[in-house]
Every structure is written in C-alpha cells, then in structure tokens.
Nanobody
C-alpha cells in the first residue's frame, strides 16, 4: 500500500506561482508512474500532468502546457508540480496519484491505484 501526501497548496494571486509536492511512503515509488489531477468546484476531476517511472515520459493537459512542470526526485520519493502564471481557472483541489507501469493510460484517473488526500490551490486577487 502506497501512501501519498501532498503539500504546497495555498492562496496566490493571478500570475503567481506555487510548487506542489507529493511524498510517497515507500521505496517502490521509483517504479510507479506519477500524476497530478485536479477537481474544481462543481466540475469533474481532470488530468493535469504525468511523469513515467523513469522520468522519460511526461504529459500535460493542454490547459497547463507551458505553465506547469512536473518532475520527480527518486532519492526523496517525491514528485513535484511547479505551477507558474497561475489563472483563476486553475483553482481546484490538486491530487497526486500513482500507478504501476503497466499501461500507457497516463491521463486516465481509472488507471491509478493510489491517491493522496489533496491540497487546495486558490488563485484569486
């Protein structure tokens, strides 16, 4: 059982930046594909970004491409989401997720086995 704990959310003004972190509970983290999803009030959960277990495959939703960067540090069992040029429409609860490297369904929430509790990001002036 992998436990994921997110941090780094908060209130930021439009155009600002935040960096989210997700720490995994076990060393096998290095063999998991990792992703960030988000859920805005009244909306479905949506894919944000994903990174393969070896860091070689990286994917972004069109809405965040060029503004967000996903990365991982195997030594620290941590995946990051650097968010720049934030917009009010980025306001959501952001969730970290992990899956085994068994499928290429990086953007599909059903493919992920483990989820964090979420961290709130609010972009407002």
């Amino acid at each position: 059982q992998v436990q994921l704990v997110e941090s780094g959310g908060g209130l930021v003004k439009p155009g600002g930046s935040l960096r989210l972190s997700c720490v995994a509970s076990e060393r096998a983290f290095s063999r998991y594909d990792m992703a960030w999803f988000r859920r805005a009030p009244g909306k479905e959960r949506e894919f944000v970004a994903a990174i393969g277990w070896n860091g070689g495959n990286i994917y972004y939703a069109d809405s965040v491409k060029g503004r967000f960067t996903i990365s991982r540090n195997k030594a620290e069992n941590t995946v990051y989401l650097q968010m720049n040029s934030l917009k009010p429409e980025d306001t959501a609860v952001y969730y970290c997720a992990a899956k085994g490297p068994y499928s290429a369904a990086y953007s599909e929430s059903w493919a992920y086995d483990y989820w964090g509790q979420g961290t709130q990001v609010t972009v407002s002036s």
